[in-house]
């Protein structure tokens, strides 16, 4: 049987790549501190915070990520 974990693998760190790209790692990061409970903490302006529907795609990538490493 062939092992699937690096196409699934692969998967998961394109939907994390791809939050990214869209919305820029700084306000990805600062969402991803935000969902593991390190900090609730919007970034400095001119940064704005993400918008729910960007947040519900980071964490989306977030969980799958956690479901891939279990």
Known sequence: MPNRFPSRL???LQSAGACR???GS????YVIA???DLCKVDP????LPLRDEARD???QAKQSVQQLIR
């Not at 700084?26 to 990061?29: D, E």
């Not at 400095?44 to 940064?47: A, C, N």
Request: no cysteine; proline share 10%.
């Open 10 to 12: 692969s998967r998961v």
């Open 34 to 36: 935000e969902l593991l």
């Open 26 to 29: 700084f306000r990805v990061m």
């Open 57 to 59: 795609r980071v964490s």
């Open 44 to 47: 400095p302006l001119p940064v």
């Open 21 to 23: 790209r869209l919305f």
